[in-house]
T-cell receptor, first 117, second 111 residues
Framework: GAVVSQHPSRVICKSGTSVKIECRSL??????MFWYRQFPKQSLMLMAT?????????EQGVEKDKFLINHASLTLSTLTVTSAHPEDSSFYIC?????????????FGPGTRLTVL | QKEVEQDPGPLSVPEGAIVSLNCTYS??????FMWYRQYSRKGPELLMY????GNKEDGRFTAQVDKSSKYISLFIRDSQPSDSATYLC???????????FGKGTKLTVNP
């Protein structure tokens, strides 16, 4: 099956610093990647949709200047949390869309646990 | 009212039991309905998907969608300890890529 990796799996940083998370599709090309956030005991929430070579589309309430997304190639998208604060501590998961006929199946990475001190 | 409601459990059953997992939703525009399985410290893995109403069976798993009631179910027959995971329902509108997830139900199957 299609494999999506994320790096790092866990990161702890000080308040005010920036953190970059990488999402890679290992065995397929992904024109579209998605970034989700999951707070404890909450649903996975879509933050933004990223298309290769173009600007990301952010969901309502997600600050595009705080969560910078770069999708420079068909296999790599990055999420940078700028000036992170403790309230940004969460589980960040990316997914990459494969060719699933009409469904456009999303394949998920293993997630990155971010803790901001 | 949240768009998708799912009882987080936890749900604990003995091996071999039939498991029933459910979600309700409020947006009648949803047309695609999915179930994901998520093991600890892993990303969600697609188990089943259904378009519109009806049933779909795959091995021990059966997905049901009742659009009139805005209610979807996942049944697991002959449950195994390896089925222990968190099960997430998700749905989306036709023509949209945005998945809306439930909170997930944590299932433990005891040997």
């Amino acid at each position: 099956g299609a494999v999506v990796s994320q790096h790092p799996s866990r990161v702890i940083c000080k308040s005010g610093t920036s953190v970059k998370i990488e999402c890679r599709s290992l065995d397929f090309q992904a024109t579209t990647m998605f970034w989700y956030r999951q707070f404890p005991k909450q649903s996975l929430m879509l933050m933004a949709t990223s298309n290769e070579g173009s600007k990301a589309t952010y969901e309502q309430g997600v600050e595009k200047d705080k969560f910078l997304i770069n999708h420079a190639s068909l296999t790599l998208s990055t999420l940078t949390v700028t000036s992170a604060h403790p309230e940004d501590s969460s589980f960040y998961i990316c997914s990459a869309r494969g060719d699933g006929g009409g469904l456009g199946t999303q394949y998920f990475g293993p997630g990155t646990r971010l803790t901001v001190l | 009212q949240k768009e998708v409601e799912q009882d987080p459990g936890p749900l604990s059953v003995p091996e071999g039991a039939i498991v029933s997992l459910n979600c309700t939703y409020s947006n009648s525009a949803f047309q695609y309905f999915m179930w994901y399985r998520q093991y600890s410290r892993k990303g969600p893995e697609l188990l089943m998907y259904t378009y519109s109403s009806g049933n779909k069976e795959d091995g021990r798993f059966t997905a049901q969608v009742d659009k009139s009631s805005k209610y979807i179910s996942l049944f697991i027959r002959d449950s195994q300890p390896s089925d222990s995971a968190t099960y997430l329902c998700a749905m989306k509108q036709g023509g949209s890529e945005k998945l809306v997830f439930g909170k997930g139900t944590k299932l433990t199957v005891n040997p």
